[in-house]
């Protein structure tokens, strides 16, 4: 389990689809959407929750194809299949690997892209907590769309139809915890909420993964 993680973290960051380009992505929302919305501090202040949450949601859903594309296009894949180790540790795995590369790095930048959208500073701890939280749950549910979808031809967009409505549940308690720590009020709630989604969503998507990889490869 071990090498595997290793050697996923090896090829996302030799690809550069996983780290970078989700990064990227990320920087280019935020910095753009002062420009489209405007200057005023008091709008700024009020969007940054969603605005951040939505740009680390796309953020994540950039790189999902990449999760087995590869395992499948050298045959990997039908190896990983045969192995002694379950194809739900693999999804698991696989999903911890992009968590890792895509996920972490914008939980950690997300302060940073805070203070451009003048995000108060009772937001920020809320902030990296939401994200923190949330997503591994991006990350799983991803795996399980990746594997809907791997060995399609332009898969990458049934892929998003499939998984931008798994990720609704995530997105509202993220935001809202967000808001509600900024404006000062209780946010305990939806950040539990959000948590509990989290748990669900790593306890049973492993296992969805794994019985779409078992059609596909068939």
């Known amino acids: 389990m071990k090498g595997l993680l290793l050697r996923d973290l090896r090829l996302a960051f030799r690809a550069g689809g996983g780290f970078g380009l989700g990064l990227a992505f990320f920087l280019i929302v935020t910095v753009l959407m002062p420009f489209a919305i405007g200057p005023e501090t008091a709008t700024l202040a009020r969007i940054a929750p969603g605005i951040l949450w939505i740009g ?29 180790l379950p194809l739900e540790a693999v999804a698991a795995i696989k999903a911890l690997a992009h968590w890792i590369t895509t996920g972490l790095p914008l939980v950690a930048l997300s302060p940073v892209l805070a203070v451009l959208l003048n995000l108060p500073a009772e937001g920020f701890p809320w902030l990296i907590a939401s994200l923190t939280l949330g997503t591994p749950a991006l990350s799983a549910i991803g795996s399980f769309g990746a594997a809907l979808t791997v060995g399609l031809r332009r898969g990458g967009l049934l892929m998003s139809l499939l998984v931008l409505p798994l990720y609704v549940p995530t997105l509202i308690f993220g935001a809202e915890a967000v ?14 909420l959000l948590a509990g989604v989290t748990l669900a969503t790593l306890a049973a998507m492993p ?9 596909n490869l068939r």
């Open 179 to 192: 808001r509600r720590g900024a404006d000062g009020l209780d946010a305990a709630t939806p950040l539990a």
């Open 207 to 215: 296992f969805a993964a794994a019985a779409a990889l078992r059609v």
């Open 56 to 84: 680390a949601l796309l953020a994540c859903l950039l790189s999902l194809d990449r999760i087995f594309a590869l395992d499948w296009e050298d045959g990997s894949l039908d190896l990983l299949a045969t192995a002694p």
